[in-house]
Every structure is written in structure tokens, then in C-alpha cells.
């Protein structure tokens, strides 16, 4: 049951404050954008988004519906900080990361504004922890500008498809190459490793296929180091959707559901490698 | 085949598709030839008049990428197509799954020569043939970590199973499992009383454990220690053959240098198998029996494939040079293949070399 902590002294009210039953609903979230030290946490009125960013090539967010929360509360129009996500998650999973049935953390999360440290209160079986984890001066990040208008090529798959073949990609491979069409091979995702290439297809009347509307064929590499995290975004999701736009840039965007059933997405961007070589087939 | 070498030779033949290894010492050889009725469809191309069958070699870890995770294999693939392109120097592997979704690997492979051991099941003096059961059960008894084992035929036709212990270990400190196995536990056995060879367990362990999946009973040819054992499984589209050196005696084990200058049966080194590298070739085994006498020197081919590509030539010899120990060669153990290194510029063994295994009549 989630409990409330004392409200601050001299009836400030908190920037931003949250509960949430099972502590799960976030940590396996956060666990998907995982892939730097470093997030960068947005709270508005619809909810929570935590991003990462590497390289100046690649962003992930996490989003968590205000509904997703039991309670939750955000002072101003918005609230942002920059903290440490592997510590976060180190805190939301203190109780152990193995889920037993019957048994969850209960979480509140406390955040009284700028230069102030964020909260955590956990309770599991009767037992309190008490979390206080540095927040930091947001930094800029990047505008990948990707909207629904500029979209060229657009698939939606369901995600056991591409679960197997994402993690048994090719890492001797400098890039992943994905190509999109109207025509054969429709949807091709390539590496070329020391052992040779490898050709992932999936044609467009798959029964794994549940939106295909590309218009243009594309081929574009992507960095397969930037790439891989993304697998545990795809690992949790039932479904995955696809899109390139003119230049190339790629949103990945994955729909999961949580142990009670309420949807959440992760969308992961990622620039276009530019070291454009030939193709081998 | 990947418990042998770390290279997989693939050789399409008129008789079906043969996977072969051999580790780096070259006293590890296995075959497994897949019948045409194997597969769903059978080409092995066409051999000119001048021309062999093309045959190829690839990476046994690139191979084997293609395969993993078997038990998802099973559940989602239907079926596997196998191209060998030539010209453009690749060996295609497209697994076509479940959902419409096609695998395709294109993986880079070396031309190579014929790659064959010289062996002779009719010529050994002993047989046996268990159930992969058997034999798994009672290896089972030793520890994972040993080298090799000694397979001996006792009183009463009883088979047994003890580890080898080197000569210099010290008797205190070493640990000596012996277990028997009785004659019915076999479905044949003919062997000569008082006959013993040791051979190299871990090589053997991997087609133990193929046999045992596919059910099938293991045939144990062998004869005096030094020649070699062959191990063999048949079924109506599979055959599969693994020949492994065996301990010479040290008593008939002679290492005075022999007249010609000729070096006589050095410890195998990596140069060894440079040597053997240029000289390795097709045993051509011979149709009609021999039943004379090993003839003192055997037959070389080297003839290499007609469209063959200097670069890959060049390829072929640095390979050698830079060959990656496999299993780590007993210094006792011999060469399946030759008896001993040659002297570069010889064109053949001389005749005071012993030969492991001479021409064998074809039936293997």
C-alpha cells in the first residue's frame, strides 16, 4: 500500500511527488533506456519521461502515464533534472531485482524543486528504505524533429518476430543496415560481420506484419553498437513500430504492456551512420 | 565436428554431401556424409571433364553462427537451403522461418584441398559395437578434464575402460580409474585377446554424445596400438566416420635418427604441419585389395581446382603457416597421414619411414 511521507516544513508543497504500488511498473521501464550512466527526467501533468542520449546520434525516452501512478502530482507547468539513472535503478530495485508473486515495492517519489535531491521512500514487507540521489543542472538534448508529417517508410511488427534476431545480431559488424521498400525484400535488416553478410527478411504479408506502408525504398546503416541497446526496449514490448524519414533517421517505438495490463511506450532515435560504403550483398 | 578442428571442410560428392574436420596435429579426422536421400533436394553440381566436384572450407565458428540457439531452431525454421557460389566466393545459408521470415548468411570460404585419412576398417584386428548408451555411461565415469583413455580387451572377453596415466606422473599424486565392461553388453565384439589402444578422449567425446541423440550404435574398429581406431556410425542416409592416432608402444617406438638424413618421427610442432600443409593432399583410396604389403611410398596428388584463384592459393600456404593449435598434440601421437615430417625438397618418404595406415581398398 503506498504510504505518504511527511510533507516538507513550512507547508512548501513538493515540486513534484509520486506513488506508485509496484515499483516494477518504472524500474523495468528505466531498465530499457538503460544504456548510459546518465537520464534526464521531464514531469508534466501527463506523466514521466526519462531520456538517454549517446554519441549525439542516439536518444531513448521512456514515458510513464500519469495513469500509470497511483498519485501523481506536479507542482510547476514542468519539472526537469538530470540524475544518475544506474543509481535510480540500483534504489527502485533495493528489495532485489527477482519478481516473486504476491510480492512488490511500493514507491513514493519526492522532488521539491531545483538543487534538491530526489526522494525515494520503498517499502516492501513491512520494510522502509530511504533513498536521496543527487539531482543535476539538465543539459541540452537533442530535437531529432522526427513528426508523423515527414515520415517516408512506416512498419509496425509484432515484436517476438524481431526479438530473436536482435539478439542474436552480428556485433562483428560495425553498422546494421535497414532497408525498406514497396518491393522485395520489403523489410531487410543486414550486418556484415568477419564471418561474411547475414540478410534478416520479413515480407510485407508476414502474419507478423500488422501495418506495412512504405512508399519508398530506403537502405540505411545505423551504428549496430547504438542499436543493440535497444533490445531490451524490444525484449518487454509486444509490439515495435518502424519509421525512417527523408534523411534517414530512424524511430523505433515500443509498446509494452505491464504486469496490470496499462500500456507504456519507449522510442528510441538513432542518425543515419555516415560513413555511407557500398552495400554488399 | 567443431570438438575436432576449428575449420569444416565441405566436399559435395555424387554419394552426398560430406562435412569433414581434422585438428591441427592432424591426428584427429572426422566424416560425416549425408546421403542425397538426406536432403529435400540433392545438387551437387557437375563435374567437367577436367574438373572436380567444387569443395570448400569455412570457419567452423562462422558456420556454426548460423545454427544457434537449436532448440529455437526447431520450433521456427522450416527449412534450410545450402548454395555454394563459386564465383562469388561465398557459401550461402538461407533458413526460411516461421512467419514468412527468411535468414540469409553469406559466409566467406577458402578453396581447399581433398581432406582425407588414410584408414582401413577390414585391416584391424579388433571390432566392437555397443549402444551409444554403453559407452556414454561408462565415459561418463572419468573426469571431463582427461586426456586419454585406454580401451583393452581382458580375460573372460571383458572390454576395458582405464585413463591414461603419462609414465612421468608421480604414482602418489595420480588417480587411477579402471572400470570392465562385460561381452553382452555389446552387440558384437571380435577382438584379439590382449589387445590395448589409447586414444585421445575428448575428440571422442563429441561424436559420443551425436550418437547417443540420434540413437544410434557405435562401431569401434582398432588393432595394435600406434595405428589407428576408427569409430563409425551408419544409418540408412548418414555415415559417419571418426579416426583418431592412437599411443604407439614405447617399446616399438624407435627414435634413432635413420640412414638419408631423413628426420624420423619428431614430436609434431606447429612446422610439422606447415610441412604436411604443402604436402597434405589427396590419398587417393585405391579400388581392389591390397592385400600385399604397404607400398613404401603412396601416391601425392596435389592437383588444386582448375579455376583456381592465385590470391586464394597465397591464402591456402599462409593459412598453414599461421595454423591455430587445436587439440594440444601428444607428443606421441602420430600423424594420421604421414609418418613422419619430410625434408623439404624430397618429393617422398623414404622407404625407412613406418606408415601409420597404408592405402586402404576403398571401403571406407
Known amino acids: 500500500m503506498p504510504f505518504s511521507a511527511p510533507p516538507p516544513a513550512s507547508g512548501e508543497r513538493y515540486a513534484l511527488s509520486a506513488s506508485l504500488d509496484n515499483a516494477r511498473h518504472l524500474s523495468s521501464l528505466l531498465r530499457a533506456v538503460h544504456f548510459q550512466d546518465y537520464a534526464t527526467c521531464f514531469a508534466t501533468a501527463s506523466g514521466l519521461r526519462v531520456t538517454v542520449e549517446d554519441a549525439k546520434c542516439i536518444q531513448a525516452n521512456a514515458f510513464i502515464q500519469a495513469e500509470i501512478f497511483q498519485e501523481f502530482f506536479v507542482q510547476e507547468e514542468s519539472v526537469v533534472f538530470r540524475i544518475s539513472l544506474s543509481v535510480l535503478l540500483d534504489c527502485l530495485t533495493i528489495f532485489g531485482t527477482s519478481s516473486l508473486p504476491g510480492t512488490s515495492t511500493a514507491l513514493r517519489m519526492c522532488y521539491r524543486g531545483y538543487g534538491y535531491p530526489l526522494m525515494l521512500f520503498l517499502e516492501e514487507g513491512g520494510v522502509v528504505t530511504v533513498c536521496k540521489i543527487n539531482t543535476q543542472e539538465p543539459e541540452e538534448l537533442l530535437d531529432f524533429d522526427f513528426c508523423s508529417t515527414k515520415v517516408v517508410n512506416k512498419i509496425i511488427l509484432q515484436s517476438e518476430g524481431l526479438r530473436e534476431a536482435f539478439a542474436e545480431l552480428d556485433m562483428t559488424s560495425e553498422v546494421l543496415q535497414i532497408t525498406m521498400s514497396p518491393d522485395k525484400p520489403y523489410f531487410r535488416l543486414s550486418t556484415f560481420g568477419n564471418a561474411g553478410s547475414a540478410h534478416l527478411d520479413y515480407p510485407r504479408d508476414s502474419d507478423l506484419m500488422e501495418a506495412f506502408h512504405c512508399n519508398q525504398t530506403q537502405t540505411n546503416r545505423y551504428k549496430i553498437s547504438l542499436l543493440k541497446p535497444s533490445t531490451k526496449a524490444l525484449a518487454l514490448s509486444c509490439k515495435v513500430s518502424i519509421r525512417t524519414d527523408a534523411q534517414g533517421f530512424l524511430s523505433l517505438q515500443y509498446m509494452i504492456r505491464n504486469e496490470d495490463g496499462q500500456i507504456c511506450f519507449v522510442e528510441y532515435y538513432c542518425c543515419p551512420d555516415e560513413n555511407i560504403t557500398e552495400a554488399e550483398l | ?364
Open chain 2, 1 to 364: 565436428l567443431s570438438r575436432i578442428g576449428d575449420e569444416l571442410y565441405l566436399e559435395p560428392t555424387e554419394s552426398g554431401l560430406s562435412l569433414r574436420a581434422v585438428n591441427s596435429s592432424r591426428s584427429a579426422f572426422a566424416s560425416f556424409l549425408f546421403a542425397p536421400l538426406f536432403f529435400q533436394l540433392y545438387e551437387p553440381g557437375s563435374a567437367g571433364p577436367d574438373t572436380e566436384l567444387f569443395r570448400c572450407k569455412v570457419h567452423m565458428k562462422s558456420f556454426l553462427g548460423v545454427f544457434r540457439s537449436l532448440p529455437s531452431l526447431e520450433k521456427s525454421v522450416g527449412k534450410c537451403l545450402i548454395l555454394l557460389k563459386p564465383r562469388a566466393s561465398r557459401l550461402v545459408l538461407q533458413l526460411h522461418c516461421k512467419h514468412g521470415v527468411t535468414k540469409t548468411h553469406n559466409l566467406a570460404f577458402q578453396e581447399c584441398e581433398r581432406l582425407q585419412a588414410v584408414f582401413d576398417t577390414q585391416r584391424c584386428a579388433s571390432r566392437l559395437c555397443a549402444p551409444a548408451r554403453v559407452l556414454a555411461e561408462a565415459v561418463v565415469h572419468f573426469p571431463p578434464t582427461l586426456a586419454e583413455v585406454t580401451l583393452g580387451t581382458g580375460p573372460g572377453g571383458k572390454i576395458s575402460l582405464r585413463n591414461y596415466v603419462e609414465d612421468e606422473a608421480e604414482p602418489s599424486k595420480t588417480m587411477v580409474t579402471e572400470l570392465w565392461l562385460a561381452e553382452d553388453e555389446f552387440q558384437s565384439a571380435a577382438v584379439a585377446p590382449g589387445s590395448h589402444i589409447t586414444f585421445c578422449l575428448k575428440e571422442f567425446r563429441g561424436l559420443l554424445s551425436f550418437a547417443e541423440a540420434s540413437n544410434l550404435p557405435l562401431t569401434i574398429h582398432f588393432d595394435e596400438p600406434g595405428r589407428p581406431v576408427v569409430f563409425t556410425l551408419d544409418d540408412t542416409v548418414l555415415e559417419v566416420h571418426l579416426v583418431l592416432a592412437t599411443l604407439s608402444d614405447l617399446k616399438s617406438n624407435s627414435r634413432s635418427p635413420s640412414t638419408n638424413g631423413v628426420s624420423h618421427l619428431p614430436a609434431p610442432s606447429d612446422d610439422f604441419a606447415d610441412d604436411l600443409e604443402s604436402y597434405m593432399a589427396a590419398m587417393e583410396t585405391s579400388e581392389g585389395g591390397s592385400g600385399g604389403p604397404p607400398s613404401p611410398t603412396f601416391p601425392l596428388r596435389t592437383s588444386r581446382p582448375a579455376e583456381s584463384d592465385p590470391e586464394e592459393e597465397e591464402e591456402e600456404e599462409e593459412e598453414g603457416e599461421g595454423a591455430v593449435p587445436g587439440t594440444p598434440p601428444h607428443k606421441k601421437f602420430r600423424s594420421l597421414f604421414f609418418g613422419s615430417v619430410m625434408t623439404p625438397g624430397r618429393p617422398g618418404p623414404a622407404t625407412t619411414q613406418e606408415v601409420l595406415a597404408e592405402d586402404s581398398d576403398g571401403e571406407c
